[in-house]
Nanobody, 124 residues
Framework: QVQLVQSGGGLVQPGGSLTLSCAAS????????IGWYRQPPGKEREWIAS???????YYKDSVKGRFAIVRDNDKNTVHLQMNNLKPEDTAVYYCANGRPILSAIRREDMYYNWGQGTQVTVSS
């Protein structure tokens, strides 16, 4: 089973940038799809972005143009680059991997390995 370890996150001012990282324990990670989710305070977890095994990216409308998924196969790591952060981006962020079919790439049940989560707080 692949273990995912997240890093990054923290406190940033509105308009700032952060990069989250999701490191896998095995190299076969590179052949799996990656999903990023977040859970804002008091709300349910929501999908925000995915990278398919074919390296195609998908983004929730509210983060499109501001967030980007970048895979580093040499380090078995995927990064979520977040720019122009807004207070409504405050949440616990999770990475996950799996083999979702493209039509269901947003569904949580398509992913079977999850990171531990990391807090992102956007506040002045």
């Amino acid at each position: 089973q692949v273990q995912l370890v997240q890093s990054g996150g923290g406190l940033v001012q509105p308009g700032g940038s952060l990069t989250l990282s999701c490191a896998a324990s095995v190299s076969t990670f590179r052949f799996l799809a990656i999903g990023w989710y977040r859970q804002p305070p008091g709300k349910e977890r929501e999908w925000i972005a995915s990278l398919s095994s074919g390296e195609k990216t998908y983004y929730k409308d509210s983060v499109k143009g501001r967030f980007a998924i970048v895979r580093d196969n040499d380090k078995n790591t995927v990064h979520l680059q977040m720019n122009n952060l807004k207070p409504e981006d405050t949440a616990v962020y999770y990475c996950a991997n799996g083999r979702p079919i493209l039509s269901a790439i947003r569904r949580e049940d398509m992913y079977y390995n999850w990171g531990q989560g990391t807090q992102v707080t956007v506040s002045s």
